[in-house]
């Protein structure tokens, strides 16, 4: 059986969910992996995260998230560190923090729109990250 790096994972590659073959729907999930970078423009990171579904169906799929974190979006990206179990309340206590978020269990919603692909964190109960005061970059 031939295998996919997914982040730094090594899974099979019947495991790797690349666009269409979840399911538009509400997950669990657990961080496998999650690395940042600096993306090529100043001032902008890149937050990679490997996700495994554990349910209520696909478990054992993988699903990969990115994040472009920069001073316009950081209150997003810090409500997603949050989700994760990471208190973080400015950008440059990411990279000592990261691998604390790995094993962390999310809930996530994976949808469809004109053929683009988005995966968002939740919390339990379907709060959208997105439904919260913003924070300092």
């Known amino acids: 059986m031939s295998s996919v790096h997914v982040g730094s994972l090594a899974v099979p590659q019947s495991n790797v969910i690349l666009g269409g073959r979840l399911a538009d729907g509400v997950y669990q999930a657990v961080v496998e992996d999650v690395e940042m970078v600096r993306s090529g423009q100043p001032g902008k990171y890149i937050v990679h995260y490997t996700l495994r579904v554990i349910g209520p169906t696909h478990a054992g799929q993988f699903v990969e998230k990115v994040t472009l974190i920069d001073e316009k979006n950081w209150a997003h990206a810090r409500r997603e560190f949050d989700l994760c179990g990471l208190e973080l309340r400015h950008l440059s206590e990411v990279q000592d923090c990261l ?39």
């Open 99 to 137: 691998l604390d978020a790995i094993d962390a269990e999310i809930e996530i919603v994976k949808t469809t729109r004109n053929g683009d692909v988005a995966i968002r964190f939740q919390r339990a109960g379907g709060a959208n990250v997105s439904d919260e005061e913003d924070d300092d970059f």
